[in-house]
Every structure is written in C-alpha cells, then in structure tokens.
C-alpha cells in the first residue's frame, strides 16, 4: 500500500457519500485482516509523514491507537496479545520510530495524535518490561536544543506522559522510572516555559501521581512538587489553574497524610480561588480539593470505627474539615450556592452544584458542627425576594438533613415544614424543583419528624406538583416514593395507616403522571411507576381494593404496548421501556396482594409471555421476576403454566449476552422450584444442564454464578432424594467454585467472593436438607 492510497482511503472513510465511505472501510478491515504488520507500519509512516495532508495524518494515528485499544477488557487483551504475537520486532520497531517522529511534527494536530499513539504503545510495553528506551528518548525531548520548536515537542512529549501515566497500573512502573517521569515533568512546569508546556506537564503531573507514593515520602521531593503545583493554581492560564488544583484534590486523596506542613497554604490557595477566581471552572476545582477531604476523612472515620471491633491498625484523621468548617461554610454559602445558572441541564455540573455537594460531604463529615451557621443562612433567605438566595437557602437546608444528629434536626425540619410546603408554589421553576427535593430528603431522613398535622397538606401540594414543570414533577415523584418508604416499618393501626386517605388521589394523579406528554423528560415516567411500586408495597390492608383496580389498570397499559407502532428505533425503545416499567408494577402487586391476584394470573401470564417473546432484555428482566412472584403467590397452581413457560425461561437460561435476563430467569428458577417442589421433577434434566453450562461458560458474567450455585440447592429441597442423579456433577462445581481464590483489595471482587460463599453454602444447605 502507498502512503498516498492509504491517507485517501483514510479520508474516504469519514466520507458522507456512503458508498464510498463504505469502500474504504472494507479496504482498511482487509489490510488489517490479512497484512497487519504492513498496515501498521503504513499508518505510522502516514502519521509521521510531514508532505501528508494533516487530517489524514490524524487519522492514521487515530487509527493505530484504535488497532490497539478497546473499551472492552476481553478485546483489549485480545489487541494486545496481537501485537506481540502476529507484529513481528522488526516491524513493532519501525512503527514506534515512525510515531516517536511524529512527536517533533510542527503540525499541531499530527504531534498531539502522535503522543496518543506513542502513549498506548508505551502503556502495553512497559507493563511488558518492553521498550526500555522509551522514557530516555522522552526525556532528551525535553532537552533538544536543534529541534525547530522546541516547545512543541516539549509540549507533545508531557501530553504522551500524560496519556501513558493515565493507562499504566501502579506496580509497571519502578521506581527509576518514576523519577524520570517526574523529572521531565516537572522540567515542564517550570514558571518560564510557555503556557502549552506548563499545562501538558500538569496534566502529566495529575496523571502520574498515583505512581509517585516514595517521591512523597521523601520530603524534600514532596515539598518541590507541591511548590511547582501551588505556584501553577496562580497562573494566568484558566487550563493551568484548573488542572493545579485538580492535582491537590488528587494529592489529598493519595496522600491525606503528607499535608500537614502544606494545609495552612492550601487553605489559603482554594478558598481565595472559591470567592475570587473569574473563571468557574477554577473555583469548582478548589471546591473539590475540600469535597475530597471530606470523603478522604469519612473514610478515615468509619475504617477506625471498624477497626474498634477487628483490633486492625487506626490511621489519624486529622480533622481538616472540622477546623476549616467555620470559614469553608460561609464561603460556600455566600460564594457558591447562590451563583445558579436558570438555564442550565438539572444534571449539569456547574458552581453552585459543587458547592451545594461539598456543603453535603460537610455536614456529613463535621455533623452538628455547621447547622447553626446554615441555619443563619437559611433563615436570612428563604423568604428573600430575589429567587437565587431563597433556591440557594433550600439547597442549603436540603444538604444538611444528612450528618447531623437527628435531634439536632428535629426543630428545624418541624420549624420549616410550612415554609417548604408553601414554597412548592414559588414563582419560579429552580426555587419549586430544590423545595420538593428537599421534602423528599425529609421524607428520606426525617420522616418521623414531620408534624401530623402538615402530612395532609405537604401530600396536597406534591400531588399538585405532579402536574408542574416534568422537572419539579419528577422531584415530586422522589418525594411521594420516599414518604411511601418511610411506612414500610410503620405500625399499622388495625386495618390502615396515615396514608390510606391519600392512597388512591396519589395513585390516580401518578399513573396520570406516566401518561404526560413530557414524560421523557427527567426521567418522570420512570419516577412516577417507582412512586406506584413503593406505595403499593407499603399499602395498608384497607387500600387492598384499590391495588387490585390499579393492577386491571396496568394489565390494560401492557396490552395496549403490544398495539404500539413500532417505525422506529426510538419507538422500540419506548415501547421496550414501558413494558419493563409495566411488568415491575405487576410484580410489586402480585407480591402485595397475595391470593388475589388468582382471578387475574391467566390474563397476567399470557402478557408476561408476550413481552418475552418480544426479546427485549429490559422489559424480558422484569418479566421474569414478575412471574416468579406470580408462582411464588400461588405455589403448586403454576404448574398450569409451565408447558407454556418452560421454553421461555430455557431460553433466558442460556441468554448468555444478556447477562441480566440471564440472572433473572435463575431467579425465577428459584422461585419456580419453591412453588412447586416434586412437580418440578419432569423439567429437572433441561434445567441443571442450563445451570451447568452457565457455570462453565466464561462468556456469562460472573455475577450470575453465585445465585447459579444457590439454585442448585432449590432444586435439591423441591425433588429430594431424586436429585441424587445430579448430584455428582453439582459437587463438582461446588468444590471448583469453593477453590476459588482472589488476591488485592478490589471491593467489587471482594464483594463477587462474599456472594459465591454464600451461593455455595446455600447450595449445600439444599442438597443436604433435600
């Protein structure tokens, strides 16, 4: 292939005609399939070749960083192993000094693809022990005097550091390395090198910190880069500022105990930055240096906590947050929550949404400590005429309810109930949207504490709500759910609860709500059907007429989505959404309502089977957990069914791709076999091979094995002693799960042993009871 085909094709296939664009995308798949090595080599000498158009020298970067990179961890090592194995050293050699040339382009966009390329090669061969040269000729970069622009390799140099720091694990990098990584970076941080070079070192300097543990440790080396990252937060460049404080926000989390002889400064530093910066970016991320102390010390607390009991070693929280709270407070108050942008996303991260979630981590860090300082605020401004103080004066409170005692709250909440059910009506839609979150906070929290007299009034207003802005109904939904919540444990007196009289207008005015044409917005459909669940699953028994009528409702909707034109992608989903939803309701009523689902199961299953055999993994989850409650409720009466169903929870069974209507349909194994017990046997043979495969499919995420493994002691308790032909096989994947070991202190994998223990124990359980 000649430069000039590639670097045409390459362009052709970002072309807008699709027949050409398609032709050159089967080119490139051909020259990778059949002729790797020389494809490689071809895009790197594209990449470096200074006569080449520009964008197609970006692509054929971009292109060989794709042909070794993948989001997926599977097609990651795959690429990887590829490299090694079919890129044979000559040629690995030739492309990394094609893209090391490409690092000295004058050609910006070609010099910055360059270190993407150069950075993900390094990332795979280090970790390899490989390409021990690497960081040498990365640091005489920094060094060149004969170089035409000088700073733009300087520049193109920190940003492969920075790339490369961003994708190496910890133990690959030693400790000669790391100096020579920091050297060079710091070389670039220096006050005198241009505002490119100081801001690609940063960003290398953030990137490489967590490798920097034994420079920390090191006094004199701490002291020089904290000095070379305080003296960054000051620079006139925006992108500098932002990028210093976000590495002491770093470094606070890395190295919480290397600050004390630095926290008087770095007080200073974020708080001046908090009130004066002109550019918010800057200020959100000297808000973050103290969100991340908070969490770093709530961590330190609750491990010494823990530790009480385990006799393990105490770190020193040194209660940073505590001291600083009487000056971080009032600055977050005054300098960050009353800066709303109106027309902002609700999800959209700007100051006020940093400081309101830092005063959050602080009432949970400090407690009691903050809440006459909020309160002051709260009551200056929650009747203010301008609407930014009296939305920020809610927030205020809002973020408040977590952390302190709650006695300590109990006057306010009581104090402010009249006020916040009043300011549901508020002028403005900010004001409206922070007054229900808050109640729904209250409603979390503080339930308990809300006067009997303002319940009528407070679920009054939020069912009115549901008819505002989708965003302050939606915040309603949250509301009316979290009060649903707080009766799950509440005594029942005789036949109802407090919620009975507004049982019905609340269900009526929610299911209105799904059915809104905004419904997409802020996710109100989906806010609304978890509002119906939960108060559904804490109905009194005098409301039970009314859960059986919402179920014929409901019945109805499912039906209706079976009508639904389907022309689009976008419809599918919808249509996919909703009867996902749906059948969540179903499940939530069949399980609340006991033997009176019985008149409608017939009408009930036909649907749920219907919606699985549309074979759509949202809704086909929810299906079948919703027909494990409705053999769960009925027991021994589902084997009407299950001539009709076996199929189906066969197929889910080996739905391998999608793993969680895989796990689902175990689940509903479980209950199946619970409801039936010995009239299960007939299905048993089908059933454990699907179970045995799935154990022994690496393909299936793990996370469905431990209730995998449980099953197997379902089936046991339902057929007893004719389990014993499964036996053999189902020991065997028992004792090969129990050797199943972990190392490290990931706590996802921490937390997959802990479920495989307990499937293998209820497994056993099963087999030795049945």
């Not at 050699?93 to 090391?100: S, T, V």
């Not at 002109?278 to 709530?298: D, G, N, P, R």
């Not at 939020?462 to 302050?472: I, N």
């Amino acid at each position: 292939m000649s430069g000039m085909d590639l670097g045409t094709i390459l362009l052709n296939a970002q072309s807008q005609d699709l027949n050409v664009r398609n032709l050159a995308e089967q080119q490139l798949a051909h020259w990778e399939a059949q002729s790797l090595p020389q494809f490689m080599i071809g895009l790197a000498n594209e990449l470096a070749g200074e006569g080449h158009n520009e964008s197609s020298r970006q692509l054929a970067g971009l292109h060989l960083k794709n042909l070794l990179s993948a989001r997926d961890a599977n097609t990651a090592a795959e690429k990887k192993r590829r490299w090694y194995t079919v890129v044979d050293v000559n040629s690995r050699l030739q492309i990394k000094a094609a893209c090391l040339n490409a690092l000295k382009s004058p050609a910006l966009g070609a010099a910055h693809t360059g270190a993407q390329v150069v950075a993900k090669i390094g990332a795979i061969e280090l970790q390899g022990k490989q390409w021990p040269e690497l960081l040498g000729h990365l640091l005489k970069n920094m060094t060149a005097v004969e170089v035409v622009d000088g700073d733009l390799l300087k520049t193109a140099t920190l940003e492969t550091l920075g790339y490369m720091c961003e994708e190496l694990e910890d133990e690959s990098v030693d400790q000669l390395e790391t100096n020579q990584i920091l050297t060079a970076i710091v070389d670039g941080m220096r006050e005198d090198r241009i505002d490119a070079v100081r801001v690609a070192a940063a960003q290398a300097l953030l990137n490489s910190l967590i490798f920097t543990r034994h420079n920390f440790d090191n006094e004199a080396e701490r002291t020089m880069i904290m000095q070379v990252v305080c003296s960054a937060t000051k620079s006139l460049n925006e992108r500098l500022r932002v990028t210093a404080f976000e590495s002491l926000a770093r470094v606070a989390s890395l190295y919480y105990e290397k600050l004390p002889q630095y926290i008087e400064a770095l007080f200073t530093l974020t708080l001046t930055a908090i009130q004066q910066d002109k550019e918010e970016q800057v200020s959100m991320m000297a808000i973050e240096f103290w969100s991340t102390l908070c969490e770093e010390e709530m961590e330190i607390i609750e491990e010494n906590e823990d530790s009480r009991t385990s006799q393990g070693p105490r770190r020193e929280c040194a209660q940073y947050v505590h001291a600083a709270a009487a000056h971080v407070v009032p600055v977050l108050l005054q300098s960050t929550l009353v800066k709303q942008d109106e027309n902002a996303d609700e999800d959209a991260w700007n100051i006020s949404a940093a400081g309101a979630i830092c005063l959050g981590l602080v009432a949970q860090t400090v407690g009691d400590a903050l809440v006459a300082d909020v309160l002051a605020f709260v009551e200056a401004n929650i009747l203010h005429a301008e609407w930014r103080r009296r939305e920020a004066s809610i927030m205020a409170f809002g973020q408040i309810l977590e952390g302190p005692k709650p006695e300590t709250l109990a006057g306010p909440v009581q104090t402010a109930m009249p006020v916040l059910v009043h300011a549901l009506n508020d002028e403005h839609v900010l004001v409206k949207d922070t007054t229900a979150w808050t109640l729904a906070r209250i409603c979390e929290l503080h339930a308990q504490r809300i006067p009997q007299g303002y319940l009528q009034p407070l679920i009054e207003r939020l069912s009115g709500a549901l008819h505002d802005s989708s965003r302050v109904a939606a915040q309603a939904c949250f509301a009316i759910h979290n009060l649903a919540q707080a009766f799950e444990h509440a005594p029942k007196h005789g036949e109802t609860n407090a919620l009975s009289p507004f049982f019905h207008p609340l269900l009526t005015q929610l299911l209105a709500a799904t059915e809104r044409g905004d419904w997409q917005d802020h996710n109100l459909r989906g806010q609304a059907y978890e509002a119906v669940n939960m108060l559904i699953q804490n109905h009194a028994p005098d409301t039970r007429p009314i859960v059986v009528q919402v179920l014929q409702v409901v019945l109805q909707r499912l039906h209706a989505t079976f009508s639904m034109a389907i022309v689009s992608q976008d419809d599918k989903d919808e249509r996919d959404q909703l009867q996902s939803l749906l059948c969540s309701v179903v499940q939530v009523i069949t399980r609340g309502i006991d033997k009176d689902i019985m008149p409608f199961c017939d009408h009930t299953m036909t649907l749920l089977f219907k919606v699985l055999n549309n074979q759509n993994a949202v809704a086909s989850e929810e299906a079948f957990m919703a027909i494990g409650a409705v053999a769960s409720t009925i027991d021994r009466e589902f084997e009407k069914y299950m001539v009709d169903f076996f199929p189906l929870l066969v197929k889910g069974l080996r739905n391998y791709a999608e793993w969680q209507v895989c796990s689902a349909a175990v689940g509903t194994t479980g209950d199946i076999c619970r409801a039936l017990e010995i009239q299960l046997l007939p299905y048993c043979d089908e059933i454990v091979r699907c179970l045995l495969e799935n154990l022994q499919n690496p393909a299936l995420n793990r996370q469905v094995k431990p209730a995998v493994l449980s099953c197997f002691g379902d089936i046991a308790l339902a057929i007893s002693g004719n389990f014993v032909k499964y036996l053999p096989s189902a020991l065997q994947m028992l004792e090969q799960a129990a050797r199943t070991k972990v190392s490290g202190d990931d706590d996802e994998l921490i937390e997959y042993m802990t479920a495989l223990r307990e499937g293998i124990l209820e497994a056993y359980i099963g087999v030795v009871q049945g």
